[in-house]
């Protein structure tokens, strides 16, 4: 069973500056060739932070399938579709 973390509603996002929404798209498109699912081990060795692959769960992008799995969903791929850019 999916572990479900709290996320923020889209009125109580915090706008993202143009940094964290690179990051948050390099995270989301790793878990997309990763085959749509990642481990940690396989983000940090693209060498990405695990606060900023725990923000997109919280923002709704990714989904926790274990304490250090990750699944990107519908949103998530909505947001890469967007070019990554904040619409919170």
Do not use: K, M, S
């Given at each position: 069973m999916p572990l479900s973390?709290?996320?923020r509603r889209e009125s109580e996002m915090v706008k993202l500056t143009e940094t964290?929404?690179?990051e948050r798209r390099l995270i989301l498109e790793a878990?997309?060739?990763l085959g749509g699912t990642a481990r940690w081990s396989q983000l940090h060795s693209r060498g990405l932070h695990f606060m900023q692959?725990?923000?997109?769960?919280?923002?709704?992008d990714t989904e926790a399938?274990?304490?250090?799995?990750?699944?990107i969903t519908s949103a998530g791929r909505a947001a890469l579709a967007?070019?990554?850019r904040d619409n919170g």
């Open positions: 973390l709290p996320c964290q929404q690179f878990i997309v060739r692959v725990h923000a997109c769960a919280n923002r709704g399938l274990g304490p250090y799995e990750w699944r967007d070019g990554g």
